[in-house]
């Protein structure tokens, strides 16, 4: 799970990696919490996506008029798709230098890996690309840990500022335990900094792996705070696994393996899937309903493909609930259906019985999602 850098820098608290002070803000009344910090200070957008910077997100203030004319501007702002809600408003750090670091999981090599560098505060794929010399990279075995003369030599080879050597290698070091003890996935931090207050940590991206969440408490916690689409939660509260994606061809299966297989087949005739939704095994016909009322909610969706193998899943129950959710209704987009295995002679003639001019039924998967493209375009 992604955390918004505010989370990750509750971690750094924890792990006591140095970082700048801060408060967050939630909306324009808690503008005066900043009193409470230094000026200037740095005003940043808290969306999960990099290039906050570029895109505007991040504003560095001189005085509470230019807090105020900021946190203005940036509040709602539309980062490549993500409506910024919080803003992290920490005090300025003077920079010198900027590095990367992060640590990940290198699953080939059963090793975890450190990458370092001294070219950060920029894209670092760019770095790799260009200069890969410039990105000092680390297997560390997880038994033995991080070794000392590895970090030194790691931190030498990369050309870091040698006067700092001392500090670097604290952080270092903790950014490694929070990433280990943490359970992360990923902690990555660019800028690491240095600053006229010593080595800090000006950025967090961090994941928490979530199936160690039964040792960490904070996990939940942190989980309610990252808001989830509507839909999602809509689907969530009705037992349905939904996934928005951004396509137009809407997906109900049943059974993770055959969605995803229906997005395949969706994408070999040239259309894009605008969701993945699998009502499970055994679903019963609310559950189809249900299905298709999430879709409803979608304005992407330009036609629907219903691609049910029953097996514990009755296709009868599911003709059902589709004559349920659309019986007598004026559908807003066309929908395509293809049933096979259990009682799907018997859910075919329910079908057939209950006539809807927008519903097609398809006696296979490929011609079905070749219908739901074409009749969706
Ligand atoms: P990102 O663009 O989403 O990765 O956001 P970052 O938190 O990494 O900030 C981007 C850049 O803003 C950094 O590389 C710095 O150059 C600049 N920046 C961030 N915090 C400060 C700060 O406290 N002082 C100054 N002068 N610049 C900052
Ligand atoms: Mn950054």
């Not at 798709?81 to 990940?104: N, Q, R």
């Not at 590895?150 to 700092?164: F, G, P, T, W």
């Not at 894009?272 to 559950?287: H, K, P, R, W, Y």
């Amino acid at each position: 799970m992604d955390l918004f850098e505010y989370q990750g820098k509750s971690l750094y608290q924890s792990y006591e990696i140095s970082h700048p002070k801060s408060v967050l803000i939630k909306n324009l009344n808690d503008l005066e919490k900043v009193n409470t910090l230094n000026y200037p200070v740095v005003v940043k957008a808290q969306v999960q996506v990099g290039g906050r910077g570029k895109a505007g997100g991040i504003k560095v203030v001189n005085n509470y008029q230019e807090l105020e004319d900021s946190a203005n501007a940036i509040f709602g702002m539309d980062i490549k798709g993500h409506k910024v809600e919080i803003l992290l408003v920490e005090e300025a750090s003077e920079i010198y230098e900027e590095y990367y670091i992060s640590f990940t999981l290198d699953r080939s090599e059963k090793k975890y890996l450190m990458m370092l560098s001294s070219k950060g505060g920029m894209d670092i794929e760019q770095v790799a690309k260009d200069t890969p010399d410039d990105l000092i990279k680390l297997h560390i075995s997880p038994s033995e840990g991080l070794i000392d003369k590895d970090l030194d030599n790691s931190i030498l080879n990369a050309k870091l500022n040698q006067e700092y050597t001392v500090e670097l290698i604290q952080i270092i070091k903790k950014l490694f335990e929070l990433f280990v003890a943490g359970d992360c996935d990923l902690v990555e931090v660019n800028p690491l900094a240095i600053t006229s207050s010593g080595v800090m940590a000006l950025d967090a991206k961090v994941a928490l792996d979530m199936n160690a969440k039964f040792k960490h408490e904070n996990f939940q916690t942190l989980e309610d705070e990252i808001p989830i689409p509507e839909e999602e939660k809509y689907a969530k509260e009705r037992g349905l696994n939904f996934i928005k994606l951004d396509g137009s061809v809407g997906i109900i299966g049943n059974g993770a393996g055959l969605v995803m297989s229906t997005l395949d087949v969706v994408a070999e005739h040239g259309g894009n899937a605008a969701n993945f939704l699998d009502i499970g095994g055994g679903a019963q016909s609310e559950t189809v309903s249900a299905a298709l009322e999430v879709l409803e909610t979608d304005p992407n969706v330009k036609s629907v493909l219903i691609n049910i193998f029953g097996g514990i899943t009755r296709c009868d129950l599911v003709a059902e609930g589709i004559v349920k959710a659309t019986k007598g209704k004026n559908l807003k987009w066309p929908i395509v259906i293809r049933l096979d295995g259990t009682n799907a002679l018997e859910g075919l003639d329910i079908l057939k019985n209950n006539p809807n001019e927008n519903i097609f039924i398809s006696e296979n998967m490929d011609n079905a999602a070749k219908l739901a493209v074409e009749s969706g375009a």
